[in-house]
């Protein structure tokens, strides 16, 4: 913001961007992404500009193991289809 110079100030008084909307950026809280788009637009910047991707180290080791229960189950289905069995016969 301070190489546009534009200040909070700025943004509240001059953008309608609320004193709430600030207070959620600064404390790292969730934000929709139309009000992203928003200030990216009047900060004329791009979203990786002003937010960065950090992963959840726990919901990234669920996702690793639901991938693996996926791969499992495509891979059942395939030997089914393959030998032709369909899923309803067990």
């Known amino acids: 913001?301070?190489?546009?110079?534009?200040?909070?100030?700025d943004l509240?008084?001059?953008?309608?961007?609320?004193?709430?909307l600030l207070?959620?950026?600064r404390k790292n809280e969730n934000i929709e992404i139309f009000t992203l788009d928003r200030i990216c637009t009047i900060l004329e910047c791009?979203?990786?500009?002003?937010v960065?991707?950090?992963p959840d180290e726990q919901y990234t080791q669920y996702v690793k193991?639901?991938?693996k229960a996926?791969?499992?189950?495509?891979?059942?289905?395939s030997?089914?289809?393959?030998?032709?069995?369909t899923p309803s016969e067990k």
């Not at 509240?12 to 709430?20: D, G, I, L, Q």
Request: hydrophobic residues 25%.
């Open 1 to 9: 913001m301070e190489e546009r110079h534009i200040s909070q100030y």
């Open 12 to 20: 509240y008084t001059y953008y309608e961007v609320s004193k709430s």
């Open 23 to 25: 207070h959620k950026f």
């Open 46 to 50: 791009n979203i990786e500009d002003i």
């Open 52 to 54: 960065e991707h950090v």
């Open 65 to 67: 193991m639901q991938r």
């Open 70 to 77: 996926a791969a499992a189950d495509h891979s059942r289905a």
């Open 79 to 85: 030997r089914k289809k393959e030998y032709g069995e």
